[in-house]
């Protein structure tokens, strides 16, 4: 296993071009199921979960390349069973369901794993599907879907989930007849994926809205598209600018995608600024100041920041809170943090931050993704040295971390554990 180690207290200066994002290409990638011919997806970042998802569609009977960026795939010969060595490192498997019982009548799939940040059932997905006509078992640990093909169904989600949004529109691109989708997630991400599903012939309208209309289509064939940027990864690094007093420009930010986290940073005294040249800036525009911050489905506060932003505030003149509305057990990051001296009371599902002047370097033990980026993020403010043990999480979702942080000058290296 790997660790980073950060040398704190640089001031970051410099360019970082954010990546393609991960939570996009990840449906994108399953998606390809459904097309005839070779899909090309270029701004692909290579992270752990993607290798995962492509190994999952080479077993499913996809067959896939990945240089630099770009994946190609082809379907093969369609399979229905997602087995558990892969679903349980990544939870998105779960979005297979959608595609398979769109295709073949039957889909076996694990129950998934993922990021220890709460129950996160799948209990929606099911549920939506069975609106359409499937049929589910659980069986040995697997979920197994039967139907006698998909009919298009008016469904109303209980809470905008974002994988069961994104499920649900691919098992409608191939339904019969029409599918209206409500309480919809609002996610750019569903809207990427529904992008793409349109590029292959589907007809979707209204991603993007809680309300989606799907008219199913016989079949959708492949085409060439370009994954949208990462507004997690850029988020991070905008809070990396404004933690270490530094000047950072972003290449490729999506900053229409930000604005719950841009209105929450200015808050806090941090400029956020897109140049003439398109890239985004980030520097502090005075002394930080603490903020109340509540998590939502978009295009509230996401909860994918939280803990990024929650290091940031531990550096901030007086206190703030941040409440936790998504996930249960979202914290994770609290206890490690006050390992670094931070000052944080933690009730139920909100957590107060009083900033302290200075945080201290210390080793500390990333328990998910976004925790895991929480603590880099502290390390280079903090005093002296942190070792941030078990950093396989952050590199499930940022592309390169280390080599980006190095090039704007952070001390941080990466060393067997
Ligand atoms: C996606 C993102 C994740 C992000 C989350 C919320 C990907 C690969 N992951 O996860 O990074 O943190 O959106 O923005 O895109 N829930 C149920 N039953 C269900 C489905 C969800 O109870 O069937 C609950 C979950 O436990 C959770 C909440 O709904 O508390 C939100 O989940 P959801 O929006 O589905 O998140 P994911 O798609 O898993």
Not at 234 to 259: H, M, R
Not at 278 to 300: K, M, N
Not at 348 to 370: E, F, I, W, Y
Request: glycine letters at 10%; a neutral charge; aromatic letters at 4%.
């Amino acid at each position: 296993m790997d660790k980073l180690i950060i040398e704190g207290g640089v001031k970051l200066k410099g360019t970082i071009p954010v990546s393609g994002s991960k939570n996009a290409a990840l449906p994108i990638l399953i998606a390809c199921l459904l097309a005839q011919g070779t899909v090309r997806l270029t701004n692909v970042p290579r992270l752990r979960d993607i290798f995962t998802t492509l190994k999952l569609l080479n077993i499913l009977g996809c067959e896939t390349t990945f240089e630099d960026n770009t994946v190609t795939a082809r379907v093969t010969g369609l399979k229905p069973e997602a087995p558990y060595e892969l679903v349980k490192t990544m939870r998105a498997s779960v979005l297979c369901l959608g595609p398979l019982l769109g295709l073949l009548h039957e889909a076996k799939v694990a129950l998934p794993g993922g990021c220890a940040i709460g129950a996160r059932p799948v209990d929606l997905h099911l549920k939506a599907l069975e609106r359409m006509g499937a049929r589910f078992i659980l069986d040995s640990g697997y979920i197994h879907g039967i139907c006698g093909g998909l009919i298009g169904a008016r469904i109303v989600f209980d809470f905008p989930t974002v994988g069961g949004t994104e499920n649900l529109l691919m098992a409608a691109s191939v339904a019969k007849g029409c599918t209206i989708l409500e309480n919809c997630a609002r996610e750019p991400e569903v809207v990427d994926l529904a992008n793409f599903l349109n590029a292959c012939g589907a007809r979707i309208c209204g991603a993007g809205t809680s309300v989606i209309q799907v008219e199913g289509v016989r079949q959708l064939s492949a085409c060439e598209y370009r994954v949208m940027p990462d507004r997690i990864e850029a988020g991070t690094y905008l809070v990396a600018g404004a933690i270490t007093d530094g000047e950072l420009k972003l290449v490729d930010c999506p900053l229409d995608e930000l604005d719950a986290l841009v209105s929450k940073l200015r808050e806090m005294n941090v400029l956020v600024e897109r140049q003439e040249d398109g890239t985004v800036l980030v520097r502090r525009g005075g002394e930080l100041l603490g903020v109340d911050v509540t998590t939502q489905p978009h295009p509230g506060f996401p909860t994918d920041m939280q803990a990024q932003l929650m290091a940031l505030m531990c550096v901030a003149s007086g206190s703030g809170s941040i409440q936790e509305k998504i996930f249960e057990n979202r914290f994770m990051h609290v206890s490690e943090l006050g390992r670094m001296g931070a000052r944080i009371n933690l009730k139920d599902r909100t957590a107060m931050v009083r900033g302290v002047p200075q945080l201290v370097g210390a080793p500390v033990m990333a328990s998910d993704l976004r925790a895991s980026a929480s603590l880099v993020l502290a390390g280079l403010v903090a005093q002296g040295t942190t070792e941030v043990a078990r950093i396989y999480h952050l590199d499930r979702g940022y592309e390169r971390m280390e080599e980006k942080l190095s090039a704007v000058g952070a001390r941080i290296r990466r060393e067997k554990e």
